[in-house]
């Protein structure tokens, strides 16, 4: 078996930190490669690298035996490298079939559109996928899933020798996994190479001929898929010790606050059922996509959730909007926080105080003094590195803009606070920093959600571990009993595979 | 089983486009009908020949803009080219009496084309929001005219008799500007449905994005739409010329107000993707009518232009509605029949 492409060595890094080191794998015609690794280990740089949309820093590519230089996702397409994006990139106005060859229509006399081809091509190919769309229905009222097909769809339609999937069965369900399977294989007997991407090891074992597995950047094992059970991807997925400590401040753990029960949104999630305790800090883990940052937004009244009960201290909560959430003590400090959490332009005080601006402007009159002395605490509290409370948050690092965000939640004086991913992109002393500041919260009673795909961090920090896979609460593990193993084995479902 | 489903609901979708038009034609059924009740004249072979001529000119510049409209962009500048152009079309003419019409045509679109690279690069290339780079061009346009004429109109008693009756010939009935709508419209028709670069502009306007990961020469396409709506532009300019036969430089003012009118009534997605040349056209004529029946009725100027702005909200608005609805029922639908698969599968 030859080498279709040879990845030698190679590195990238973002800032001083490796997101790739030394990276060597070669991929064969004819096979599926799995690739695994924890959220960060890597692999969506790899992709990124193989597709021309980043370069490397150091190492070559190697394809069909000759080394080359990807500039651009065109150059990786002419090279018959396609990659599946997670996200899909649809054209909502158009239909199925026109989504699927977009930019590059079937060509009839006189270089006009071939609307027939077009349409029996795109339905030839929806058939093989197993999926019952017809190619003239507007993708506009398509749901993810079949908006994921597509993406598949669109792929397929282009000769591949290199296919790409990065996470292609994250929505779908599993009639559609298996017609998925059918067609990976079908492209496997005509020689094409397929990287698979996915957190469900029990789809790995059911596809993969190889699997390589990733960890903090660097590739720690290619082997046989035959050759590697569950127990022994998951080992070398973690792999490392809880090298980082955090300083967990012990907190006494009162009476319970808010309790969610079979909380449920269409499509998203449901059974959703837990409580939490004042002082208590409960992490929930799961990988991106399980639907964590979902059940926040409906605790909190971004999103309307279709069913299901919320108490407060034993009274039922109705979450509406953010503003009734935040005047029954709740806040939430969203995952994006550059996007969702602060106004860049405007100062540190004005940012802080965004959340409680009427108590701040006795008469209808806004008194910046107020403002500046509420930053002034938190700059202080938070420990915020930062000239004065008039400070442009723009200029602020990661980690002290996250600090401000919280400020902005904590001036509400929440007594329950979600915290979405409060680490994503800071550095490793400013995590430290921010773990410190949320033990210490902690402390002083306030009840905290932690959501993070970062295991150590949810182990460090978290007295109880909730588990979420697929939209379901899938563990509930005490301090005691949550190890990554465990937590990495509920989130990828590997008992129930076993089972 | 499901694909039944499935092609129902592509009807569904396609229903809905024709029933947004066949609204438009039932507005228009009913305007006329109003008119030719209170207007007087309004029923007649000379306004009628007054309302085709007018309607062409929209129409001619209403399918340009409908293909920037398309690519999510906008073309203000529409109305200071047809002033431009109109000018240089009977200057030229003027001062050469042999020249043949069709040389006259293909200058002042040579010129629309140029003004509609202009608004092309800034919007592709300078990345300026169309809405802001066009409105500037519109300014500069019309300034350029103003230099032009030095405040100079030109007479028809200084234009070629040739010329002059272009607006007047009727070859089969039909007045000769109209002539050249119909031809307009059923290329950028076919275009629109058969150019694969013209098709481009539909993907580029409904995800810019994906445009761009799917291949697509986004900065391309957006300047070639540009191009188009400039060099309509141009024609319109001619046959404006053609048929008032005086120009000034403040000719075509305020065309741009009745172009988008047309087009966004028309049901041409104001956030780019989807739209039709039928729909402009549709648009076009009602529009048109409804101006003309006014003049009639000696309606104040205030009314005629009150109308183009609120013919616009509600337009937009009704096609927020229905976009909307349109997409909650589709998904409805698929949602119900995921979660019944879901179920299914779980069982077993």
């Given amino acids: 078996m030859t080498a279709l492409v040879d990845l030698r060595g190679l590195s990238k890094s ?164 298996e017609n998925l399977f059918a067609t990976v294989r079908k492209l496997r007997e005509r020689g094409v190479a397929v990287v698979f991407i996915s957190h469900r090891l029990e789809e790995v074992d059911a596809i993969a001929d190889v699997v390589t597995v990733l960890r903090d950047g660097r590739h720690i094992a290619t082997r046989p898929a035959a050759e590697l059970s569950h127990g022994e991807i998951v080992r070398l997925m973690v792999g490392r010790s809880l090298d980082a400590l955090f300083p967990k401040e012990e907190a006494e753990i009162g009476d319970v606050v808010l309790e969610v029960d079979g909380l449920r949104r269409r499509g998203v999630f449901s ?161 430290a920093d921010v773990h410190r500041t949320i033990s210490h919260l902690a402390a002083q009673g306030l009840t905290i959600l932690l959501i993070s795909s970062e295991l150590p961090e949810v182990l460090g920090m978290s007295d109880r571990v909730l588990v979420m896979r697929e939209g379901r609460l899938v563990a509930e593990l005490s301090r005691s009993e949550a190890t990554q193993e465990r937590v990495i084995e509920a989130a990828a479902g590997v008992q129930e595979a076993a089972a | 089983m499901n694909t039944r489903r499935f092609v129902s609901a592509q009807a569904l979708a396609e229903a809905v486009v024709r029933l947004r038009e066949l609204g438009i034609f039932v507005a228009l059924a009913f305007t006329i009908l109003f008119f030719s009740v209170r207007a007087t004249n309004f029923m007649t072979a000379d306004n009628w020949r007054d309302i085709a001529t007018d309607v062409s000119m929209v129409v001619v510049v209403a399918v340009g803009q409908t293909m920037v409209v398309l690519t999510r962009n906008i073309d203000l500048s529409v109305g200071s080219i047809v002033g431009l152009t109109a000018y240089v079309s009977s200057n030229t003419l003027a001062d050469h009496h042999g020249l043949p019409i069709v040389v006259t045509a293909l200058i002042a679109m040579g010129i629309g084309a140029l003004c509609g690279l202009g608004n092309g690069l800034l919007v592709a290339v300078g990345k300026i929001p169309a809405i802001i780079a066009t409105l500037a061009t519109l300014a500069i346009y019309r300034g350029v005219l103003f230099e032009v004429t030095h405040g100079q109109n030109v007479f028809a008693s200084q234009l070629p008799q040739s010329f002059l009756d272009l607006a007047a010939k009727k070859p089969l009935g039909v007045p000769s500007l109209a002539w050249i709508a119909i031809g307009v419209a059923l290329v950028g028709a076919a275009l629109l449905r058969w150019a694969p670069w013209a098709r ?149």
Avoid: C
Avoid at chain 2, 225 to 249: E, K, P, Q, W, Y
């Fill in chain 1, 14 to 177: 973002y800032g001083g930190v490796h997101a790739l080191a030394d990276v060597s794998v070669s991929i064969d015609s004819g096979t599926v490669h799995a690739l695994v690794g924890e959220n960060g280990a890597g692999k969506s740089t790899l992709v990124k690298l193989l597709t021309g949309v980043i370069q490397p820093d150091e190492g070559e590519l190697v394809v069909d035996g000759e080394s080359q230089r990807i500039g651009d996702p065109q150059t990786a397409h002419r090279l018959g490298i396609v990659a599946m994006y997670q996200e899909p990139t649809v054209f909502p106005d158009l239909t199925v079939a026109e989504n699927v060859f977009a930019g590059r229509h079937p060509r009839g006399p006189g270089r006009t559109v071939d609307w027939s081809r077009m349409r029996a091509d795109a339905g030839r190919i929806l058939e093989d996928l197993g999926v019952e769309l017809a190619p003239g229905t507007p993708v506009r009222g398509l749901g993810v899933a079949d908006r994921q097909l597509l993406e598949i769809a669109k792929a397929l339609s282009s000769s591949a020798r290199l296919l790409i999937m990065d996470e292609p069965t994250a929505a779908l369900s599993p009639n559609e996994v």
């Fill in chain 2, 200 to 348: 481009d502009f539909y993907a580029v306007g409904s995800n810019p994005d994906a445009a761009r990961l799917a291949g697509i020469p986004v900065a391309r396409r957006v300047m070639t739409a540009f191009v188009i709506s400039g060099a309509l532009a141009g024609l319109g300019g001619f046959m404006f010329a053609a048929r008032f036969a005086s120009v000034d430089a403040v000719a075509g003012r305020g065309f741009e107000l009745d172009v988008v009118t047309a087009v966004v009534i028309g049901g041409v997605n104001v956030f780019g993707g989807s739209g039709s040349v039928l729909g402009a056209v549709l648009g076009a004529l009602l529009v048109t009518t409804i101006q003309d029946g006014f003049t009639l009725m000696r309606v104040d100027e205030f009314w005629k232009i009150f109308f183009n702005g609120a013919a616009i909200v509600v337009a937009v608005t009704v096609d927020a509605l229905i976009t909307k609805r349109v997409q909650e029922a589709l998904r409805r639908r698929r949602r119900a029949e995921l979660l019944t698969a879901h179920e299914r599968a779980a069982e077993t």
């Fill in chain 1, 271 to 431: 059974h959703v059922s837990f409580e939490l305790r004042r002082g208590e800090i409960v992490g929930l883990a799961g990988f991106v996509g399980a639907g964590r940052s979902e059940v926040a937004r409906a605790i909190f009244g971004i999103d309307r959730p279709d069913g299901g009960e919320i108490r407060i201290d034993g009274r039922r909560f109705r979450p509406r909007s953010p503003r009734a959430a935040l005047r029954r003590g709740l806040a939430y400090l969203p995952e994006d926080r550059l996007q969702q959490g602060l106004v860049q332009p405007m100062s540190i005080a004005v940012n802080a105080s965004l959340a409680v601006l009427p108590d701040l402007t006795p008469a209808g009159i806004l008194q910046p003094w107020r403002e500046r002395r509420l930053a002034r605490r938190f700059i202080e509290q938070l420990r915020i590195k930062a000239t004065s409370p008039a400070q442009a948050v723009r200029g602020l690092s990661g980690g002290n803009q996250q600090k401000v965000v919280l400020s902005k939640w904590l001036a509400a004086e929440p007594r329950i606070l979600i915290l979405d991913e409060p680490t994503h992109g800071v550095d490793v002393g400013t995590k």
